[in-house]
């Protein structure tokens, strides 16, 4: 019998400050490392990150991809990062074609490499670059239902050994985070994060219920707070519909002085 891997949805931080050891990232840093014990090597990963908009769904296709530093403001070293892990272009084609099943247009990308909503991660759980990544786009205008959809086509991969990401961030006001963390900001992050957990942990809740809530997430307790722009939340969407039903556990931490989280949805034998 195959083993069916896990989908696992990342809170990954600001910029390359988990890996520079930043003490509001150490929280963080605990549950990366208990989710890096709870992994078994996939055949290959496949990861949505923030990071990457493009007009329709697009793949990295090329044998070995590069990094892509999309930050800035940060010490010279971060920008020497290496993570020569191999490319997966046949994923990249197989993951075309399933989309395609499913009524959603899919380009592939040769020449980009990896963001930083991939790379960090991916140097906290596989540090030792020998899995083969391959990363999926968002698609512009940020459609949350398209992005749903996007999970459920995939879903087959995690019964061929592949590991279905989702990178982001479950608050991501910058201005916020930047800011003076008082007392009603920390009390709208906790709201949304409360009914978050509701979402995609209640096992009362069906697929279709959910689906419905994450579709109008607009109307989650301070939603347009928490997320200015969607890019950082619907990884999460993907992920959730990746999952096929089943119900997730969330992993609570703080990280620079507000409420994040990641959700794993367990793999089986």
Known sequence: MSVIQPVVFLSHGGGPLPLLGDKSHLEMLDVFASLKGRLTKPAAILLVSAHWEEPQFTLTATASPGLVFDYYGFPPETYQYRYPAPGAPDLALKTKALLQEHGLEAHLELHRGVDHGVFVPMLLLFPDADVPVVQLSLKRGLDAAEHLQLGQALQRLRQQGILLMGSGYTFHNLSAVMGVKTASVVEKCMQFHDWLDIQITDPGL???????????????????????????????????????????????????GLPARCYFWAGAD
Do not use: I
Not at 215 to 237: G, K, V, Y
């Open 206 to 256: 069906s697929q279709s219920q959910r689906f419905a809530a994450l579709t109008q997430w607009q109307q989650a307790p301070n939603a347009r707070f928490c997320h200015p722009r969607e890019e950082h939340l619907l990884p999460l969407h993907f992920c959730c519909a990746a999952a096929d039903g089943q119900v997730a556990e969330a992993l609570h931490f703080n990280m620079m």
